[in-house]
């Protein structure tokens, strides 16, 4: 493989040896000129460079790791929410359903849907068991999620 500092050396060789030609005198078409010894092409030693002996053609892809594997298809689909499971806070919307409001101790906020009718009053400390919601209801403002069983503190 040629490296690119070769081939710009060269570059550069043929480019100043025919820049040296039409700088000097004009000389008929067809005519022989010598070239005078101070004109000759200086020998340019390229910088160091570690020696690469190919493994293969010149336009061989070089040899080395290979590529990674793509991760592929998810065996899972990626948009399940995770089931926050038992939550304990504090009730932010109440009534009697079937939408409420909880927000966590972290801050957390949850939009909780539940058909069984419990009543829950603002203020409450409660501790329930959240799944992901299944159903497309708007409860507000907070994390979608059903509300399972309830445990009601002091």
């Known amino acids: 493989m040629i490296s690119f500092s070769r081939t710009a050396t060269a570059t550069f060789l043929v480019l100043t040896s ?57 065996k899972t689909p990626t948009d399940i929410v995770r089931s926050p499971g038992w939550i304990e806070g504090t009730i932010t919307r109440g009534g009697t359903g079937p939408c409420y409001g909880l927000v966590t101790f972290d801050g957390v906020a949850y939009a909780m849907y539940s058909d069984k009718g419990a009543k829950l009053t603002q203020g409450d400390h409660i501790k329930a068991e959240l799944t992901p919601a299944r159903l497309r209801i708007d409860c507000g403002a907070g994390i979608p999620v059903s509300m399972g069983a309830i445990q009601h503190f002091p």
Do not use: F, Q
């Open 18 to 74: 025919l820049t040296a030609c039409s700088a000097g005198s004009p000389v008929a078409p067809g005519t022989s000129v010598p070239v005078p010894p101070s004109a000759s092409a200086t020998s340019v030693t390229p910088p160091s460079e570690p020696a690469v002996s190919p493994s293969g053609p010149y336009n061989s892809v070089p040899n080395g790791p290979a590529p990674s594997k793509p991760a592929g298809i998810p």
